[in-house]
């Protein structure tokens, strides 16, 4: 069975920061593509980035130069290293993978900035 697990969310002050991990388990996890996305209240989901298994990776223009994306293929772990949070980072982050015609996803984990 496939599972995504996300944690590391919660609330932090403008300016701070935060980790967040999503452990997969279920897939032969150094085969795909992972990617963490966000969702804030009335908007739509967007990607924030996405790591290759070779190792590619690409940011959202929202979070270039603040979020980093890594990966650790001996854990099945993809880690979203998030900088110079601001309100409008404000979302559910979620982790995903995409396996032929199939996208799988986590539960998602909230991240709140605010004073």
């Known amino acids: 069975q496939v599972q995504l697990v996300e944690s590391g969310g919660g609330l932090v002050q403008p300016g701070g920061s935060l980790s967040l991990s999503c452990v997969v388990s279920g897939i032969i996890f150094r085969f795909y593509t992972m990617g963490w996305y966000r969702q804030a209240p009335g908007k739509q989901r967007e990607l924030v980035a996405n790591?290759?298994?070779?190792?590619?990776?690409n940011y959202g223009d929202s979070v270039k130069g603040r979020f980093t994306i890594s990966r650790d293929n001996s854990k099945n772990t993809a880690y979203l290293q998030m900088n110079s949070l601001q309100p409008e980072d404000t979302a559910v982050y979620s982790c995903?993978?995409?396996?032929?015609?199939?996208?799988?996803w986590g539960q998602g984990t909230q991240v709140t900035v605010s004073l």
């Open positions: 790591i290759t298994p070779g190792g590619s990776i």
């Open positions: 995903n993978f995409v396996a032929g015609s199939r996208s799988y």
